[in-house]
């Protein structure tokens, strides 16, 4: 059983930067493929980015270029910094463990508790 805690959400303006964490526990990190969702009022939880067992990395379309994905097995977290953040990136933010590199949320068997991001405009 992993467990996953994320941590470094908070308030920021529109153009700003934060970094999210998720410390994972409980299980052998290097055999998940580890990813970020989100999900905003109102709407579906959506695929932000994902990081292979081997650092392949694939995000959405709306974040490239402005969110990397990196994990560190020493310390068992994965991170996912976010820069020139606009409002619609709003959302309470999850990363997930997941058995094969994937970035449909039904493949993913572990999930944190989510941290929330509020863009201001």
């Known amino acids: 059983q992993v467990q996953l805690v994320e941590s470094g959400g908070g308030l920021v303006q529109a153009g700003g930067s934060l970094r999210l964490s998720c410390a994972a526990s409980?299980?052998?990190?290097?055999?998940?493929?580890m990813g970020w969702f989100r999900q905003a009022p109102g709407k579906e939880r959506e695929f932000v980015a994902v990081i292979s067992r081997t650092r392949i990395t694939s995000y959405a379309d709306s974040v490239k270029g402005r969110f990397t994905i990196s994990r560190d097995a020493a310390k068992n977290t994965v991170f996912l910094q976010m820069n020139s953040l606009k409002s619609e990136d709003t959302a309470v933010y999850y990363c997930?463990?997941?058995?094969?590199?994937?970035?449909?949320?039904?493949?993913?068997?572990?999930w944190g508790q989510g941290t929330q991001v509020t863009v201001s405009s």
């Open positions: 997930a463990a997941a058995p094969g590199y994937s970035g449909d949320y039904r493949d993913y068997r572990y």
């Open positions: 409980g299980g052998t990190f290097s055999n998940y493929a």
